[in-house]
């Protein structure tokens, strides 16, 4: 059974930080390239981040760029990402999701940031 379980999510004021992790299992992780998404009320939901499978590789949505960093960890099966510099507009559902043709999505975190 396949699951991929975000945590990290939470309220912070504008200008905070947050660390969002994506724990995997169920999947050869490490063949597996991974992105995160983001989903706000009454919008498309986006790509904010993905990473090869390596970790070598990272590319980020322009919005996010320089305040967002993706990570992984290969031994532990887990994608990261690292949030500052948040604001309101960052507000959303993030999901993790395997970027392979059989993809799987987790549940999401609530990050919500107040101004």
């Known amino acids: 059974q396949v699951q991929l379980v975000e945590s990290g999510g939470g309220l912070v004021q504008a200008g905070g930080s947050l660390r969002l992790s994506c724990a995997a299992s169920?999947?050869?992780?490490?063949?597996?390239?991974m992105g995160w998404y983001r989903q706000a009320p009454g919008k498309q939901r986006e790509l904010v981040a993905s990473?090869?499978?390596?970790?070598?590789?990272?590319n980020y949505a322009d919005s996010v760029k320089g305040r967002f960093t993706i990570s992984r960890d290969n031994a532990k099966n887990t994608v990261y990402l690292e949030m500052n510099s948040l604001k309101p507009e960052d507000t959303a559902v993030y999901y993790c999701?395997?970027?392979?043709?059989?993809?799987?999505w987790g549940q999401g975190t609530q990050v919500t940031v107040s101004s």
């Open positions: 999701h395997n970027l392979s043709p059989r993809g799987y």
């Open positions: 169920g999947i050869i992780f490490n063949i597996n390239p």
């Open positions: 990473i090869t499978t390596s970790g070598g590789s990272t």
